[in-house]
């Protein structure tokens, strides 16, 4: 503990954005639930995070990188070492040239969409109402309306765990559905360049609003969750083999699987993530005791 008081007073002296110590995660995630957080860091820019990691290899804190806090569970004990939020900081799009756009891994989404709309660039609209930054969408391959991200993505910027920032190209990161090869690294995204190209504003504006009211017709979005928990098995949709198992509707403390879509998990308002883990390892079996398929989840357990 002492050590991370000293590393705390330090950081703050070394960055520019938020820094707090045993930050409850129920604050900075989606789901709403979690144990605290014994550093977060809300970065201004890249620097923030760079100065950051040094100072946590020095006092060898293991070091959390979330985006929004979408398509996470953090444990009830919370998360030790240093964790990095790049949403509510490390954010901005710019331009760069005829038909791309770099865009800082805090930005989210929606804010993305809206700069797109405003200078009348097409081609990202299909990711609206995701709940997600840059960055997390796109180490997870994010996608809806049958595109991903990973297919515009045109290069990303990353600081490497030897903390030199590299750029990769699209070849370099193998996508694949809900995800990518920086999953499971100690590579940190700080930007990302996006393939756009002109448009009329009229038209994307109005093709955006149409995901965004299907997403709102099918999911559970007024309740919080983390967005899909299972990913969608090889010719089927999980949503539809949890409620032919029988999972839509069921309960355990304070969460429920969602009667709108069965794949999605929400917080009634006093779930633990241990009510949500039980959950998912109960429709988990339930789907694989009716159809010998075994539910690999989405989302990404964290603590």
């Known amino acids: 503990m002492r050590n991370n008081t000293l ?14 110590c045993n930050a409850p995660m129920v604050q900075y995630t989606t789901w ?15 620097e923030d995070v760079f100065n950051a990691c040094q100072l946590a290899r020095r006092y060898d804190l293991p070091i959390t990188v979330i985006g929004n806090g979408s398509n996470i569970l953090v444990k009830d004990a919370g998360i030790r070492g240093l964790t990095i939020r790049t949403a509510g900081g490390l954010t901005g799009v710019e331009a760069i040239g005829e038909g791309k756009v770099r865009v800082n891994a805090g930005t989210m989404v929606g804010s993305l969409i809206g700069y797109c709309i405003r200078h ?12 997600a930054t840059i960055g997390g969408a796109t180490i997870m391959n994010a996608g809806a309306m ?48 996006l393939g756009v190209k002109p448009g009329n ?11 965004l009211v299907m997403r709102r017709k099918q999911q559970p979005l007024n309740s919080p969750s983390a967005g899909s928990v299972f990913i969608n098995p090889p010719g089927w949709a999980a949503g539809y083999l949890i409620e032919k198992a029988g999972g839509k509707g ?50 990404q357990i964290l603590g």
């Open 201 to 211: 504003r009229a038209h994307i504006t109005e093709r955006a609003r149409q995901n």
């Open 7 to 20: 590393a705390v007073k330090e950081l703050r002296s070394m960055v520019r954005g938020q820094v707090m």
């Open 146 to 193: 049958g595109q991903c991200i990973g297919e515009i993505l045109r290069a990303v910027e990353v600081l490497d765990p030897d903390m030199v920032v590299r750029q990769y190209q699209r070849k370099d990161l193998n996508f694949e559905y809900r995800r990518s090869s920086l999953m499971g690294t100690q590579k940190i995204v700080l930007a990302a360049e």
């Open 120 to 131: 009348s660039l097409a081609g990202l609209e299909f990711l609206a109402g995701i709940p």
């Open 250 to 299: 069921l309960t355990r403390g304070g969460a429920s699987v969602s009667t709108k879509h069965a794949n999605f998990i929400v917080n009634t308002g006093r779930a633990t993530a241990s009510d949500i883990l039980g959950l998912i390892d109960e429709v988990r079996a339930l789907v694989q005791k009716q159809f010998n398929i075994l539910l690999e989840t989405e989302i």
């Open 32 to 46: 709403r639930v979690g144990g605290p957080a014994d550093i977060l860091l809300i970065p201004y820019d890249a």
